[in-house]
C-alpha cells in the first residue's frame, strides 16, 4: 500500500505523461484498505478488499489519465486498449514473481494468498506487490496516448526497471517469510 501511494505520488515518468490522479483520494483509500486488511477475519475477506480497492483503483486512474469511463473485462472479450494493456502488464508483473519466487528457491504455486484460489498462488501474490502501483496507472496511460503493444511493454520494463520492482518483491518476501517464522516460533514456545 505504501509503494502504491509513494509510485503514484513519486514517479517522475509518470508525472511527465501527466498523469493526475487525486492523491487525497488515492490516500483515504488506502487508509481505508489498510484498516480493512487488518480488521479481515478470513483469505475470502482479503480477496474481497483486495478487488473493492483495485476496482476504485481503476477509476482513480481513468480519470487521472483522461481516459473516461471504464469497466474491467478479467475474460479477454473486452477489446479497448486499457483492458488490453492491463492484461499485457499483469503478465509482466507475472514474470516478475515467478522470478522473485525461483531466485529464493520457493515454488511458483505454492498456495498463500491466491493459491486458496487457483493455481499458481505464490506468483499472483507476489504480483500484487507491484501491479496496482506500476502497470495500472501506465496502461490507463499508454491507452490515451494512443501506444502500441511494444511502447506499453517498454514503458512498463522501464518503470519496473526504475522502481527496483524484482528487488522489492524479493525483499518483501523475505521479510515475510522472517516475520512468520517468528510469530510461529512464538506460537511453539506459548
Known sequence: MERLKEHWSRSKSLKEQGFGANLNELGALVQASTTAIRTSPDVTALLTEEGRLTK????????????????????????????QFLNHGNYLAYGLGATAAWVLGLPHALAVLHGKTRRGGLVFDVADL?????????????????????????????????????????????????????????????
Open 130 to 190: 507491484i501491479k496496482d502501483a506500476i502497470i495500472l496507472p501506465q496502461a490507463f496511460l499508454s491507452s490515451t496516448q494512443g501506444h502500441t503493444e511494444q511502447e506499453f511493454r517498454h514503458a512498463c520494463i522501464d518503470a519496473l526497471t526504475r522502481a527496483e520492482a524484482l528487488d522489492f518483491m524479493i525483499d518483501v518476501i523475505k521479510s515475510t517469510a522472517a516475520t512468520v517464522s517468528q510469530m510461529a516460533l512464538a506460537n511453539k514456545t506459548s
Open 56 to 83: 476504485q483503483l481503476y477509476r482513480l486512474a481513468s480519470i487521472g489519465s483522461g481516459y473516461g469511463d471504464f469497466t474491467r473485462d478479467k475474460q479477454g472479450n473486452n477489446l479497448d486498449a486499457a483492458n
